[in-house]
C-alpha cells in the first residue's frame, strides 16, 4: 500500500522550487496520488463537503463584516442595510445564514457515517477527537455568529447560553460576568462575540488541517471497516475520490441553493427580525436546528446543575467512543445488532431533535427525559456490553473481495 | 549532556530550573491583563449607580418594571390576597426556604421589589402569571410565587432582590 506514482517535477521551475518548498509535491502525495479504498461509498463525500462549506463560510463572512457594524445601536440596522441596500447583500447574508445549516447538517451525516462504520476505532482515535473538538469549535462559532444580527433571537440566546456557565459553583456568577463584560448580555458581549465569530474559523481551518494530517497517516476507514492490503484494494485520489467528491458536492449544492433561493429564512426564526429588547422575553425561545437534539437533554433534567452537565456530557463522551465501544469489528455490515441499535440511536438523536423546539411541559418533557436516558445509556451500556456478547459476521479476506465478483478478484 | 546522572545538582539544573520559572511567570503575568480586559470595564460600573422609583403611581395589583445595571427590576404593588397567599406557605414545602418577610422590607408588605431574571437561565418571567399568581417563565416553565420564590421548574432558587432602601414612604433607592 505504498501508494501509487509519486510525484516528478517536469519544468526546471518546478525542480527548483521541489528543492526549497516540496509543496507541490506534499499536494500531489495527499490529493492525488493519494491511496484511498477503492469502495469507498457517496458517506465518505461529506468529508470534502465540509471542507468546501468552511470556505464558503469564511468568504461570506469575510465580505459581510465590510458592511456590519457590532454596536447594539447598529448591529440589526446595519443586516438590515446589508439585505436592502448592499448590492448583493442579501444573497451574502442568506448564504451565511443558511450554510451554517448546511455545514451542521454536513457535520452531523459525516459523524453518523463514523460510527456507523466504526471509523473511530484503532488506530483512528485522535482523528475522531479532533473532530469532535470541531464540533465544539463550530457549536461556539454559530452560536457567536446567531447572536450579531441583534434580534431577539440573538439576544436571548446569549442569555441562555451564556447564564449555563452561573451554573458552575461558587465562581459561576463571576465567569458570566466575566463573560458579558457587564451585568448583563450588553454592547461589550456584542463586540467581543464578533471578534470571536471572526476568529474561530480560523482556528477550525487550523484544526481541519490537523484532522487532515492524522487522516493521511493512519489512512481512510471504508466500508467493509478491513484494512487495504495490497495496492488492488485502493484506487489513486484524482480522480477517482476528487470525481466522486465533486459530483456529490453538486448534488449538496442543489439542496443548499434550494433553500437560498426559494426558503431562505426556513431554518431560521421570525423573532429575530424583531431588534433585541432586554425588557421582553419571546414567548417561544428556541436554538437554532442544529443545536435542538443538546437543548432537549438540557431541558429534560429539572435541576440546573445537572441539566447543564448532562447538555456539556452528551457532547463530550463523544471524545470517549473509541474506549466505550469495546467491539473488534469496526463496520456496522459485519454487526448484526450493532446495525440495527445505531438506527435506533439516529432515531433517538432526531427524536431530542424534535423534542427540544416543543415546549418544556407535560408529555414533552416525559418523553425528553426518556430519550435522554436512552442517549447516554447508548455510549454507557449498549455499547460496551454489546462488543462482549454479539456475534459478529465474518469479514471479507480483502476489500477487493468485498467488491468484485469471486472470479476476477484475484485479476484485477 | 552529561551521560552520567550525577546524584548532585549541578549549577546548570538550577540554571534551567531559574529559567523556567522566570518563563512561568513571564507568561502567568502577561494572562492577567488578558483575561481582565474581559471584565466589566469602568464606564459600565459607573453606569451601575443607585436610580430613585417613585411608587406613588403603581396601584395596587399593578406591577411595573425598571431597569437598573441593564438588569430589569420587578416592582409589584401586592394586593392583599397575593401577600396573604404569600405569607400562608408552610415553608417546608419550598425548594428555596426564606419566609415572605425577608423578602420585603419591614412595613412595606405590599411592595415587592426583585430582580426579574429568572434563576435558571436569565429569562425575563412574567409577572402574574403561572399556577402560583406570581411569575411565569417562558424559556423553561419555571414557577415563581407571589414572593418571588421558586416552587416548581428547573430554576434552583429564588427570585433575587437588589439592594434598595425607602428614602421615603413612597419612594425608593435601587442600589
Ligand atoms: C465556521 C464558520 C462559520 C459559521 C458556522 C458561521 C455562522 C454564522 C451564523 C449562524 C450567523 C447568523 C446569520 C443570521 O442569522 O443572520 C453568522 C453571522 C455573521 N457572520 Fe458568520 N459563520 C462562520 C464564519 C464567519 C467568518 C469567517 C466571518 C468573517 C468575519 C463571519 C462573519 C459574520 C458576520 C459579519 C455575521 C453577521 C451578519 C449576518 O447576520 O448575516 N462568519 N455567522
Ligand atoms: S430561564 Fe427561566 S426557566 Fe429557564
Redesign the pocket.
Given at each position: 500500500m505504498s501508494g501509487h506514482a509519486t510525484y516528478q517535477p517536469q519544468s526546471g521551475f518546478m525542480k527548483w522550487m521541489e528543492r526549497r518548498l516540496p509543496i507541490a509535491g506534499l499536494v500531489y502525495s495527499s490529493f492525488v496520488a493519494y491511496p484511498t479504498p477503492r469502495n469507498l461509498n457517496y458517506w465518505w463525500t461529506f468529508g470534502g463537503i465540509l471542507s468546501v462549506m468552511?470556505v464558503i463560510?469564511?468568504i461570506?463572512?469575510?465580505t459581510?463584516?465590510m458592511h456590519?457594524t457590532p454596536h447594539v445601536d447598529l448591529a440589526f440596522k446595519s443586516?438590515e442595510s446589508?439585505m436592502r441596500d448592499v448590492n448583493y447583500g442579501w444573497l451574502l447574508?442568506y448564504v451565511?445564514?443558511n450554510?451554517?445549516s448546511m455545514?451542521f447538517a454536513a457535520a452531523y451525516i459525516h459523524m453518523f457515517r463514523g460510527m456507523y462504520y466504526g471509523s473511530y476505532k484503532d488506530p483512528r482515535e485522535v482523528l475522531w477527537i479532533l473532530g469532535v473538538i470541531l464540533l465544539l469549535l463550530?457549536i461556539a462559532?454559530?452560536f457567536m455568529?446567531?447572536v450579531?444580527?441583534w434580534g431577539q433571537m440573538s439576544f436571548w440566546a446569549a442569555t441562555v447560553i451564556t447564564n449555563l456557565f452561573s451554573a458552575i459553583p461558587v465562581v459561576g456568577e463571576s465567569v458570566v460576568s466575566w463573560l458579558w463584560g457587564g451585568y448583563s448580555v450588553g454592547n461589550p458581549t456584542l463586540q467581543r462575540f464578533?471578534s470571536l465569530?471572526?476568529l474561530?474559523?480560523?482556528v477550525?481551518a487550523g484544526v481541519v488541517v490537523l484532522h487532515v494530517w492524522a487522516l493521511h497517516v493512519v489512512g481512510q476507514n471504508n466500508p467493509t471497516g478491513i484494512d487495504p492490503k495490497t495496492d488492488k484494494d485502493t484506487v489513486p485520489f484524482t480522480p477517482y475520490a476528487t470525481i466522486k467528491d465533486s459530483f456529490f458536492l453538486a448534488l449538496f449544492f442543489i439542496v443548499f441553493s434550494f433553500f437560498i433561493f426559494y426558503m431562505p429564512n426556513f431554518m431560521?426564526h421570525a423573532d429575530?427580525y424583531i431588534p433585541a429588547n432586554p425588557a421582553v422575553t419571546p414567548s417561544h425561545i428556541v436554538p437554532?436546528w442544529y443545536y435542538l437534539p443538546f437543548y432537549a437533554i438540557l431541558r429534560a433534567i429539572p435541576n440546573k446543575l445537572l441539566g447543564v452537565g448532562a447538555l456539556g456530557a452528551s457532547i463530550v463522551i463523544l471524545a470517549f467512543l473509541p474506549w466505550l465501544d469495546t467491539s473488534r469489528v469496526r463496520s456496522a455490515r459485519y454487526r448484526p445488532y450493532f446495525k440495527q441499535l445505531f438506527w435506533v440511536f439516529v432515531a433517538v438523536c432526531i427524536g431530542l431533535g424534535w423534542l427540544g423546539g416543543k415546549p418544556a411541559e407535560g408529555g414533552y418533557v416525559i418523553a425528553s427525559r426518556l430519550l435522554t436516558a436512552y442517549y447516554f445509556a447508548h455510549f454507557l451500556i449498549i455499547l460496551p456490553l454489546l462488543g462482549i456478547f454479539e456475534k459478529t459476521k465474518p469479514l471479507p479476506n480483502s476489500i477487493s473481495e468485498s467488491v468484485l465478483p469471486p472470479t476476477t478478484a484475484g485479476t484485477r | 549532556m552529561t551521560t552520567a546522572s550525577s546524584a548532585e545538582p549541578t549549577r546548570r539544573d538550577f540554571l534551567y530550573i531559574a529559567t523556567g520559572a522566570v518563563g512561568a511567570i513571564g507568561a502567568a503575568s502577561v494572562l492577567v491583563p488578558l483575561i481582565a480586559q474581559m471584565n466589566p470595564d469602568a464606564s459600565t460600573i459607573a453606569a451601575g449607580a443607585p436610580i430613585d422609583v417613585d411608587l406613588a403611581p403603581i396601584a395596587e395589583g399593578q406591577a411595573i418594571k425598571v431597569f437598573w445595571r441593564g438588569k430589569p427590576i420587578y416592582i409589584n404593588h401586592r394586593t392583599k390576597k397575593e401577600i396573604d397567599e404569600a405569607r400562608n406557605v408552610d415553608l417546608a414545602t419550598l425548594p428555596d426556604p426564606q419566609p415572605d418577610s425577608a423578602r420585603v422590607k419591614e412595613g412595606h408588605a405590599n411592595f415587592q421589589v426583585l430582580i426579574g431574571i429568572c434563576t435558571h437561565l436569565g429569562c425575563i418571567p412574567l409577572a402574574h402569571q403561572g399556577d402560583f399568581d406570581g411569575y411565569f417563565c417562558p424559556c423553561h416553565g419555571s414557577q415563581y410565587d407571589t414572593s418571588g420564590r421558586i416552587r416548581r421548574g428547573p430554576a434552583p432558587a429564588n427570585l433575587p432582590l437588589p439592594p434598595y432602601e425607602f428614602v421615603s414612604d413612597t419612594k425608593i433607592r435601587i442600589g
Open positions: 468552511l463560510q469564511i461570506t463572512g469575510i459581510l463584516a456590519y443586516v446589508i447574508r451565511h445564514a450554510g451554517a455545514f463550530m462559532t454559530g455568529g446567531y450579531l444580527p464578533y465569530h471572526y474561530l474559523p480560523f477550525i431560521g429575530n437554532e | -
